[in-house]
Every structure is written in structure tokens, then in C-alpha cells.
């Protein structure tokens, strides 16, 4: 594991499946009377969010808090940012604090990149989402469920995805969510297929390791796992398509395409989901759905994320074990 995670990209085949077994056995601990391990004690983590967020705050608060870490929450709003205050003061008050580990999430792509490497401050920097750049720990968490449903859980532990069939449907143009997915889906071996209207694929996408259709119904017969993404309209400066109806009528996913899947394929999203236009509700409510699980998984994902980067590389819960029995 490198010292940072900035972006999916950088992960290689095994920190990736270091990553995803070290998350099963924290998954464990959620199923403990008492959902704390002493791993983190004594280091204080910062969340540093400049764009707003329900899901990756709290599923880093979360994570954060049952490794027993001293956390710290800060917003962009109702702080001196609002006032003016640059990424690279904002940086410095922290060091100033001593803190061991920066969670940050910004509008601009590459903030968590010059955070990591100004020399700004001595911390660990988690990238929690820059602009439509990079979101690794939600791809980690994505592919740890697709692991879970398509593999088994202790069937999976050493496991990657060889072979698996992914398709990713939607504002890849605006997703940041969708490249970190492909770039990781790649290096654990997926095959991963990216729809999405002509307008909302990104100049480039050639020299991503995918491929690109634009016909939905073609794709679902043969893929194990379909991730919906949300248009993000907040990012929009034009009109990408005409109309909410057709882009409904074209890549939406409702119980008649559903029905298209093979019987083990499951269906995903990040969230928050915009349902009856990316997504029925009797899609978004269907046993196949696994968004609320996506969510769970989130919090043992990014536990495992600050355990390797701030703990060690030791087996997590036979450590804990070890605390807990001195």
C-alpha cells in the first residue's frame, strides 16, 4: 500500500485484494455487541468536505469512530473558506493541529493530488472524490459487493474478478464514480462495457480499459452486474439530451429490462438514486438492487482503507484480537 490513495488507478491487483479481504474481516466487527476495535486510538482524522455529502461522510465518520480514531469534521460552509481562504491554508491549520490523516473531498479535480504532494502537510490524504476525476473508495466498495454476490464471501477472500462481466450505464461524462470503477474493475481482472447517450461519453474514452456501447439492451443478456449512475445535472452546462422521458425510454432500467439480466446479475448504484428516470422503484426496491448494501459495505471498505494506511499491514482482526486480550 502507498502512503496515500488519490485515485484507483494507483492501486495494484494485490493492495486491491489486500484491500477487500482486510474489509471482510471488519465486516465481522459489525456483527460484534460492541462495533469498536482500539486499531486507530490516538490518531486524529480529518474530513475535509468542500462539496457536499450524506453517504461518503458519514461512511467515513463511521469507519473513522469504530477504529476509535479522534475525528474531526469540516465544511466548506460556515468555516473560513467561505471567507477566502485557499486549499493551501486550510492545509496548514491542519498540520498546525497535527493530524494523521486527511479525508478530503473538492469540486476541483486533482485537489486530494496537490494536497498529497505539496508538502502542505505531513498526513495521510484519502481522496473521497474530486470533481469528475477519482472516487477509489467507492469503487473499492462496489467491487467488494460485486465479490460478496458473484463470488461468496469466504469464497472470495484472495479473490478477483476475472472474468466478470460489468456494465456501467449512464453520465459517465460527469462520474467520477465511473472512472475510478473502470480503472479498477480493469486491474482485478473484470470485463466492464460503458452505455451512455454519445453526448455523455467523455473525449478520450478510447484509451480507457473498456468498451463503449450505446445500445442498453444489447449488453444486459451477458453481463453480471449492471451500475446505474445518477445524471448530475448540478455539473450540466448544457442540454445533453433532450428530454428526462427519452433519456428514460433509452437508458433507464425498469422491471422489463431487468427481466433481460441473467438470473445471478445484480443491479447497482452509488446513490442517491433518481428514481423514475435512471431507475424504476420496483428496480431500486427489487431483491437484485444492492444499493443499500453498497452502503453498508462503504463503512467496511473505508475502514479497511484507514486500518492499512494508518494501522499496519498485519491481519486486522487477529490484531484487534490481540488488543483486546491485554
Known sequence: MQR????????TRDDAVLILDT?????????????????????TIVNLFFEDSTRTRISFEAAEKRLSADVI?????????????SLKDTAQTLEAMGVDAVVIRHGASGAPYRLANSGWIDAAVINAGDGTHQHPTQALLDAFTMRRRLVGRDAGLGQDLSGRRITVVGDVLHSRV????VDLLHTLGAEVTLVAPPTLVPVGVEAWPCEVSYDLDSTLPKCDAVMMLRVQRERMNAAFFPTEREYSRRYGLDGDRMAKLPEHAIVMHPGPMVRGMEITAEVADSDRCTAVEQVANGVSIRMAVLYLLL????PAVSHARTNEEK
Open 4 to 11: 496515500h490513495l488519490i485515485s484507483a488507478a494507483d492501486l
Open 23 to 43: 474489509a471482510e474481516e471488519m465486516a465481522r466487527v459489525a456483527d460484534r455487541p460492541i462495533k469498536k476495535l482500539p486499531t486507530l486510538r490516538g490518531r
Open 73 to 85: 469534521n469540516f465544511t466548506a460552509k460556515g468555516s473560513s473558506v467561505s471567507k477566502g481562504e
Open 178 to 181: 465511473a472512472r475510478s470503477n
Open 311 to 314: 494501522g499496519g499491514n498485519e
